[in-house]
Nanobody
Framework: QVQLVESGGGLVQAGGSLRLSCAAS????????MGWFRQAPGKEREFVAT????????TYADSVKGRFTISRDNAKNTVYLQMNSLKPEDTAVYYC?????????????????WGQGTQVTVSS
């Protein structure tokens, strides 16, 4: 059981950077695979990145590879999404999620817990 709260969203110019944080409360945070998803206006929610329990393995959507970095600090019960070289098409509500599985996953249905989301707007 875990509760997630995202923060760090805001308005940035294209080419800029932003770091999102996801603070977790509850038990056994380190046992969860963590992921980031996003949903743009009028579109379905899509996968962004996922990270293993230990933080040693990551997977990214093709659209963000080389620009975004997911990381976690289990001692702080926090997962991060560092976003660099932002593009207007990155504009979306970003959601943090936790999956009680033993491997990384990009499937939304595998995630048991979700945050409320934080808005990221990238201007051109």
């Amino acid at each position: 059981q875990v509760q997630l709260v995202e923060s760090g969203g805001g308005l940035v110019q294209a080419g800029g950077s932003l770091r999102l944080s996801c603070a977790a409360s509850g038990r056994t945070f380190s046992s969860y695979v963590m992921g980031w998803f996003r949903q743009a206006p009028g579109k379905e929610r899509e996968f962004v990145a996922t990270i293993s329990w230990s933080g040693g393995r990551t997977t990214y959507a093709d659209s963000v590879k080389g620009r975004f970095t997911i990381s976690r600090d289990n001692a702080k019960n926090t997962v991060y999404l560092q976003m660099n070289s932002l593009k207007p098409e990155d504009t979306a509500v970003y959601y943090c999620a936790a999956a009680n599985t033993n491997s990384r996953t990009s499937r939304q249905n595998d995630y048991d817990h979700w945050g409320q989301g934080t808005q990221v707007t990238v201007s051109s």
